[in-house]
């Protein structure tokens, strides 16, 4: 089978009884693969659904997962994932504003009882339903085409309102430059690779990297939910050569005997959605070795920079510099750009053909864009030779006496204690301050840590004005599928229990 096998519709004709996918016991061949994507597809069509029509997929990490993606890829519709962790009203209301045409899911309680007032579907399958499955399964494909990556809608994540849908778009050469150019000579991803799937494949950067992989005929180690101790076990029994994962996993393997693990097959793992303290990622490079993690910067609306390793260990802390073709800038209140090591706004040009808008929101389209630049949000800096370094998000700023403070940097120094796990750090308000420096703080088994005690550790380290001024002390914080922390739901309960 060739080394940049277009496909995997390409690689079950070569090569049909190669292992695409495991998942748990089960272990499915690219001939078996190919025979479900063909089916669900054909299902499909048989409902009328077509070019650029949305499909709504409520489903968790799963073989029939990727079968459904990529059949709604085939019939050139356009995949909207839900995560499965959403009430269902919430995810009602995705179906809804995404406008889709057709839903499948596998959690009966997270959306049957929705499903009357979704009126506007052509139809609903469970995943179990036969009649999804029942359609001649020969490899098939509706038109003659090249795959590269699965379109999708991509919901944010809703932390400061309702969850907007982001639309990606790009000209068929950026599409396919993305993996020829980039994924694939980049990381030099190749059919030999084994890649564990360690976030919920509704996710941007685990579901794209895991698609990826399966597009190179490369085999796809899935774990339905991330747990520290099965990973380090799957990546030594399956030699998993790559994955993706965020600080979050890095936080927990770190917790783990990880030293009783043969990691060595491991090459490659990229690292994104959040940024990763200093301190976490120094200690992940006795895990996986001084040459393995490479860590990007991005968002739901695109990507940004990139940095190798070694790089890294020279600017710790930083993300890079920009992907190849890309053009990064930081920008002040005023939209002027500021001198290197100066604080603004992040704002990128996206990867050269390809832009986005949010769905039906023109308002906030426009408001993201600059002079042919986006931007996230993020507040970062850029050093004399270009590497990119995240300070905050904007939505993290707290601003006490007129000052303002980076809860990152107050998370960074927090998680350095030996009795914290990890910490997340807000505003609130502060009737002579405006707002005052509050930390959640997630403390390992067996530690009973006071705030006296953590504010002694952090002495010399953080300025006084940045100490945080209360505290919360928890087993373990809130968080998205993807390892982000849930402030927005902390800051809210927080706000809720002082108005009582």
């Known amino acids: 089978m060739s080394e ?82 959403l009430t269902a009203p919430e995810a009602a209301y995705i179906i809804t504003d995404c406008e889709a045409r057709a839903l499948v899911y596998d959690d009966r309680d997270a959306i049957e009882s929705a499903l009357p007032s979704l009126s506007h579907l052509r139809a609903a399958w469970h995943v179990s339903d036969d009649d999804l499955w029942s359609r001649p399964g020969e490899p098939w494909l509706v038109t003659p085409f090249v795959e590269s990556t699965v379109a999708t809608m991509a919901y944010t994540s809703g932390t400061t309102g309702r969850p907007k849908g982001v639309v990606k778009r790009a000209t068929e050469v950026a599409s396919k430059l993305l993996v020829s150019e980039f994924f694939l000579k980049y990381w030099d991803f190749r059919p030999s690779d084994v890649h564990l799937l360690t976030g919920p494949a509704y996710h941007g950067g685990p579901g794209s990297y895991a698609q990826l992989h399966l597009m190179v005929g490369a085999r796809l180690v899935i774990m339905p939910r991330f747990e520290a101790l099965s990973c380090l076990q799957l990546i030594e029994e399956e030699r998993v050569t790559t994955g993706f994962m965020v600080p979050a996993h890095f936080i927990r393997i770190l917790e783990e005997r990880w030293q009783d693990h043969d990691l060595s097959s491991v090459r490659l793992i990229v690292h994104a959605a959040a940024s990763c303290p200093e301190a976490v ?49 930081i920008l002040d209140e005023q939209g002027s750009p500021v001198a290197p090591g100066e604080v603004g706004t992040i704002y990128s040009t996206g990867l050269p053909g390809w832009t986005f808008d949010y769905f039906k929101d023109p308002e906030k389209t426009a408001g993201s864009w600059h002079d042919g630049f986006f931007t996230a949000g993020d507040l970062g800096r850029m050093d004399e030779d270009g590497y990119l370094y995240i300070v905050d998000r904007r939505t993290d700023l707290i601003i006490s006496g007129g000052v303002n403070i980076y809860a990152a940097e107050i998370e960074a120094a927090l998680i350095e204690i030996p009795a914290v796990v990890d910490a997340a750090v807000f505003g609130i308000p502060d009737e002579g301050m405006g707002q005052i420096v509050h930390a959640v703080v997630e403390v390992r088994e067996g530690e009973q840590p006071d705030p006296a005690q953590i504010l002694h550790a952090v002495e010399g380290k953080l300025a006084k004005y940045k100490w945080p001024r209360s505290f919360e002390f928890v087993h373990e914080l809130p968080r998205e599928p993807s390892g982000k922390v849930r402030k927005f739901e902390m800051r809210a309960a927080r706000m809720t229990a002082e108005s009582v």
């Not at 799963?62 to 890829?73: L, T």
């Not at 040459?291 to 990007?296: D, F, I, K, N, S």
Request: glycine share 12%; hydrophobic share 45%; aromatic share 10%.
């Open 281 to 329: 990622k120094w200690k992940m490079f006795d895990v996986f070795g001084p040459g393995v993690l490479w860590e990007y910067y991005g968002a739901v609306e695109g990507s940004f920079s990139i940095i190798s390793p070694g790089e890294w260990q020279v600017r710790p802390g930083s993300v890079g510099r920009p992907l190849p073709g890309v053009r990064t800038m």
């Open 4 to 85: 940049r096998a277009p496909g995997i519709h390409i690689a079950a004709k070569n090569a049909p009884s190669r292992i695409a996918i495991v998942c748990g016991g089960e272990r499915v061949s690219f001939g078996e693969l190919e025979t479900r994507i063909s089916q669900v597809a054909r299902r499909l069509r048989d409902a009328g659904l077509g070019e650029g029509d949305p499909v709504a997929v409520l489903m968790h990490n799963s073989v029939e997962m990727f079968a459904v993606w990529n059949a709604v890829a085939r019939i050139g519709g356009l995949v909207v994932p839900i995560s499965y962790r």
